[in-house]
């Protein structure tokens, strides 16, 4: 039931187009930041512009998936739109969710989510997409102490105010993942009196850039900002800047992420490693004293590709540089593919299309059918199968709620294990292959599970 009315939820943020983003954020963008989150059994997770609830749901599934007890989570949400608060409160009755308070108001000007002494309420666990560039009114704000500084009332710059709210409703060791708008790291006046006070806290664990085009009915490009109040040591005075806007899938209507795109984000950020061009680790004195607080983060992690190699020569009279497929190696040698399966010497560094290479069509026919392509392609699939046998026996074992989550686990540690070794994909890949394919068929799993 919970998984049916999740898909007409979407399905009418689908065809709302604009006003869907109102209430609906993506699956796979709250899929990143739970996943960055690592909600636990125990928890109080809250969403302060609830929507439909999408994030709650998720932290709940994602408890589940980890083996632990579901029902051992307290969920909390507050939004301003009575309709879309129904909405959210039928979804979690479909979805089998009993522990949970949502409230119908303004978060900022009527916040309604109390402890039992009439104070802010804290949380473990923070998750939500706030309203983009929205105004709203100081003199009616309860509970000032939230905000470190007042964000300028008009002009549409509330953005940091939910982030201040969020930090103030976290426990002393909580954590929280937010979306925002580029323009929150890096306008000047109070918002950067703001990301100052953030950053001499060292709240900030990490700044995310999210490819454009992945919320319904606006383009302007979102950065995921993670806040941890329990940082490691490790952690301590520094940031973590990923800039994964260049990795998604692209739509008709919206962008996507991809299963891959999620991982590699996910590891990236737990394990904090740093790739060129995409992630860095910067000190909180580089960004006070080399940026003065700005937080730009192409200004930490630029990713713009290297320019497209022109080649005068070849331009005028033709043929294909040799130094620009020698820089293509590494994907060729994927598929135990050599330059001499497609080209031949035309003159001196330059090559020429083997003879069976007529037009442009041809080369994807040439590689295509080439007995080396052919031959890892099958070698893939011969794997694929070897690990299915063994897949095979563990959905034998399907036995009780208990049993998934270490099913799960076993199932994508196999698979990794038989297609990375090949070389033809990357961990990211081979992990996002496993979780596309799970979306699909987790619904059907817990069928079995729960007939037998």
């Not at 809250?46 to 029902?71: M, N, R």
């Not at 710059?157 to 909580?174: N, R």
């Not at 713009?304 to 009279?317: D, Y």
């Not at 709620?401 to 090949?422: D, F």
């Amino acid at each position: 039931m919970g998984a049916a009315y999740e898909y007409l939820i979407k399905f009418f943020a689908d065809s709302a187009g604009k006003k869907g983003g109102e209430f609906y954020t993506p699956f796979e963008v709250v899929r990143l930041l739970v996943q960055l989150t690592r909600p636990q059994a125990g928890m109080e997770v809250y969403d302060p512009t609830v929507g439909s609830g999408g994030f709650l749901i998720q932290a709940h599934d994602y408890i589940e998936e980890q083996g632990q007890d579901k029902h051992n989570l307290a969920l909390f949400g507050q939004d301003s739109n009575g309709t879309v608060w129904s909405i959210c409160n039928m979804n979690l009755i479909m979805h089998n969710i009993k522990n949970y308070r949502i409230e119908n108001g303004d978060t900022l000007e009527d916040h309604l989510i109390l402890g039992n002494d009439g104070t802010l309420k804290k949380f473990d666990c923070i998750l939500a997409n706030p309203p983009f560039s929205q105004n709203y009114t100081q003199q009616a704000i309860p509970f000032a102490n939230r905000f470190f500084e007042f964000c300028p009332e008009n002009g549409k710059k509330a953005d940091l105010m939910f982030v201040q709210h969020m930090i103030a409703s976290l426990k002393p060791d909580g954590i929280m993942a937010t979306i925002m708008p580029h323009g929150v790291l890096f306008r000047g006046g109070k918002e950067k009196l703001i990301r100052q006070k953030l950053i001499e806290l060292d709240f900030i664990e990490a700044i995310i850039s999210l490819p454009q085009g992945l919320f319904y009915g606006t383009g302007i490009p979102a950065c995921v900002l993670v806040v941890n109040k329990r940082k490691a040591d490790g952690m301590r005075d520094k940031v973590l800047f990923i800039n994964a806007d260049r990795e998604y899938a692209e739509g008709k209507a919206q962008n996507k992420l991809r299963p891959e795109d999620i991982e590699k984000i996910d590891v990236v950020f737990h394990e904090k490693r740093q790739l060129p061009k995409y992630s860095r680790l910067v000190t909180k004195a580089e960004i006070a004293d080399t940026h003065d607080y700005n937080l730009n983060i192409r200004r930490y992690v630029d990713n713009t590709p290297e320019p497209e190699p022109e080649n005068v020569q070849a331009h005028l009279i033709g043929g294909v540089p040799m130094d620009e497929v020698a820089a293509q190696t590494a994907v060729l040698a994927k598929f135990s593919l050599s330059a001499t399966d497609v080209f031949i010497p035309a003159r001196p560094a330059y090559y020429g299309f083997v003879p069976a290479i007529t037009n442009k069509a041809d080369i994807k026919t040439v590689i295509e059918q080439h007995s080396a392509v052919q031959e890892t392609l099958n070698n893939l699939h011969q794997h694929l199968e070897n690990w299915w046998q063994l897949a095979r026996d563990d959905f034998a074992k399907l036995q009780g709620h208990n049993s998934l989550p270490q099913i799960r686990s076993e199932l994508l540690a196999s698979l990794k294990a038989q297609l990375l070794p090949l070389n033809v994909f990357d961990e990211y890949q081979a992990a996002g292959i496993f979780v596309n394919w799970w979306q699909t068929i987790r619904y059907d799993l817990k069928t079995i599970i729960s007939t037998g």
